[in-house]
């Protein structure tokens, strides 16, 4: 889904548990507006293996080649593009 109207976005994640792709400046700032939403963060996920394996603010980044198995363990996710558009990245995950 895309969401051009942040409260219909708040809405619709508000129940749900978020990871958040892109760990960078953009990442970083929906991570900010999720906190103060109270809506639970999984983690991160970025390509960039500086990042990987790294905490930022907390929150653990991963590699997107272990998006499968982080969502084969948890429920009810929505994934978060906080990223500039690398769209043939993503789908070669699903």
Do not use: C
């Not at 976005?9 to 990442?27: C, E, H, P, Q």
């Not at 653990?60 to 929505?78: A, G, R």
Request: net charge positive.
């Amino acid at each position: 889904m895309h969401f051009q109207d942040r409260k219909k976005l708040f809405n619709y994640i508000s129940d749900k548990k978020v990871i958040i792709w892109g760990a960078r400046m953009t990442g970083i700032g929906a991570l900010r507006q999720l906190k103060k939403k109270n809506i639970e963060i999984l983690n991160f996920l970025d390509s960039d293996l500086s990042l990987v394996g790294r905490s930022v603010h907390g929150f653990q980044v991963y590699h997107p080649s272990n998006l499968k198995k982080i969502l084969d363990s948890n429920t009810n996710v929505v994934i978060l593009v906080a990223v500039d558009l690398k769209e043939k990245e993503m789908l070669k995950r699903f």
